[in-house]
């Protein structure tokens, strides 16, 4: 397997649906959609509202860390009348596998998507092995 999530991220989203969310609630995470395309390994992460500004992708041995904040449109000292849209900081951890190559990965947000490009590692790619018989190591005329 290419990939990995967070194993508590649907518990923690059930908790948060039965316990109601809080200001100090666990960051939110972010939905995804992931797939292998030919040599690439690709990833899309939900971010609508998002100011690009705000999101931050590292990896470190081999795990990908996205945070991503989306602030509140209203002005200081408005009063809300409705806020149904989620405030604060999201985030979502991948563990990626070892045959990827996380040193060249490729982001972009658009539409309030976030995309990753990552390429599948050269060692990782299947090769062809050359067969030798062992006629053709013998010299003619001897």
């Not at 972010?30 to 500004?53: K, N, T």
Request: aromatic residues 6%.
């Amino acid at each position: 397997m290419l990939m990995r999530t967070d194993p508590f991220r649907e518990f923690d989203r059930l908790a948060q649906q039965v316990l109601g969310s809080t200001a100090a609630a666990r960051p939110s995470a972010m939905p995804m959609d992931a797939y292998r395309s030919g040599d690439d390994f690709i990833v899309h992460f939900d971010l609508p509202g998002i100011d690009p500004e705000t999101i931050e992708l590292d990896v470190e041995r081999n795990v990908l860390n996205v945070r991503a904040e989306r602030r509140s449109p209203a002005p200081e000292g408005a009063e809300t009348v409705v806020a149904e849209r989620p405030t604060g900081t999201f985030t979502r951890q991948l563990f990626l596998g070892e045959t990827l190559d996380t040193e060249r990965i490729d982001a972009s947000y658009e539409a309030g998507v976030l995309t990753l490009r990552i390429p599948v590692a050269e060692q990782a790619k299947p090769r062809r092995i050359q067969i030798t018989g062992g006629d053709s190591r013998k010299q003619i005329g001897g």
